[in-house]
């Protein structure tokens, strides 16, 4: 039987739930290329180990590893590990997927031709996939060798909507080929002559072009020109590997919340300036390695590879000895910026600084005076040997202010407006009254109270006369101030702050002497 107590009074609870903040100031986020094999991995992931991380197709060891593998393997050598490292994969371009399939199609043609040319009399046909290369060795003057059925070729890619040129000159037919300036230079090729290279270049509209090597040779009489065709060398570019530019993927894991810190692995440095330009705009931070600094001991190279007008970038010098060549550096140097981050996002932001701090996995840089000099006039970060100690020094970004000044303030303004927004989420009503302009004055102390218990604000202290000097003070309007206008806009304005930075002491000089009195 119910208790009738509805006939007397009712009870309707409502849940006043606050927003969830789930902005992050700790974990850093790894941009870079997928992997080189099978990948799994999703364009933006979360990874706590780098286990997960193998797992997802990186590998992180080896001469076949992957830079973003590398770079999780030193973030996960640091000690403290991260409890979770973020990874944004750089996707290919729709240009590159295309220009893939271009190469398949214009392979299996090449092949078909190849095959078809086995028997023929006056030549030799070999194709190098790996480096896009047809090499053709004739016994006899151009004119003389039959040559019909490499025009095959152009047929099949022509039905399937391909374009081929050399230069400039397109042709679709043999024909049309021998209408071409390159034409008449084969066929002025004598015996015992210098090879003749001609690019070829395979064009589809939506994809990247393809170049083809063409190698014609006629070597003279008992001469084994033939077999230095084995040309196997390194591609002069690889369409079908474009990656999107790196606003693109920032773009892409700006989606994704709980990173502050954006950190490269395998991307071309002379996009370093792009990406922190990009970030400039953002409440994030990035940080690259430096290598060129010094330019590994050529001359007039002191020029780092970001300009010193972005208060959001840091760089770290990445190279044992300035004269270091590249194939010297140890692998997990070209990712110190990686350790650098990982080790600083530690500390909760307000009780840090990021010098002074030991990194595990990566090598110290031997320094002059002189050299580290430099890098502190350029705001560039570096890692030495202090006694028996590996650690950071200087913690600055490249416009010259501290690290964890520009880490502690997003944080702090995070954390304000967090509060505030809750103060008026939570309440049914906040009055344009002085009680109510007063709870919006409470969050501000509370969120500077909370900065100076992190460390990041200075608590109070006294002067040599004893009055306080206090860590913060605030300043709101009183209601009465305000105008009828200004109060039917319910827009509270006027609210101020001041805050004393506790910083961070990086240098201490003591002086004294030894006398046989005081």
Known sequence: ?????????????????????????????????????????????????????????????????????????????????????????????????????????????????????????GRTVKFYENSRKLAITVESAITNVENSEIFNILAVLTEEGYSVSIGEDEFANATAFKKLPAYKKLTALNQ?????????VVSREGANDVPYTVQVAYPSAGDEQIETLSADEILVDSPERELELPAETIARALSVSGWYVLCTAGVDPQLYEEIAAYIETQEKMFCYTEMNFFGAGKDGANEPAVGNVYFRTCGVYGRERTDQPDEEVPDANWYINVAFVAKWLNYSSGSETSAFKTLSSVYPSILTSTEMKFLAEA??????????????????????????????????????????????????????????????QNQMMASLKSGQDAGGIAEDEFDENGDTIPGYVTSVPLSSSLTASEKASRKLTKCNFKARLAGAIHFAELKGSLTYEL
């Open 1 to 121: 039987m119910g208790k009738n107590y509805d006939l007397i009074a009712t009870v309707d609870i409502d849940i006043a739930s606050p927003i969830v903040d789930d902005a992050s100031f700790d974990n850093l986020l790894i941009m870079g290329p997928a992997p080189k094999g099978e990948s799994k991995a999703p364009d933006i992931g979360v990874y706590a180990s780098l286990m997960e991380v193998e797992d997802a197709g990186f590998v992180s060891t080896g001469a076949d590893a992957d830079p973003v593998g590398v770079a999780a393997r030193v973030a996960f050598s640091q000690s403290p590990t991260p409890t979770q490292v973020y990874i944004a994969v750089q996707k290919l371009t729709k240009e590159a997927i295309a220009a893939a399939a271009t190469i398949k199609d214009t392979n299996a043609a090449i092949e078909s031709y190849v095959s078809n040319s086995e028997a023929a009399v």
């Open 379 to 440: 705001s560039l970060n570096y890692f030495i040997t202090v006694g028996n100690k590996n650690i950071t020094m200087n913690g600055k970004v490249v416009g010259d202010e501290w690290a964890d000044i520009i880490r502690f303030r997003d944080w702090l303004k995070n954390d304000m407006q967090v509060r505030v927004v809750n103060l008026f989420i939570t309440r049914p009503k906040i009055p344009y009254t002085d009680s109510g302009i007063s709870l919006v």
């Open 192 to 200: 015992g002559d210098e090879d003749i290279f001609l690019t070829v």
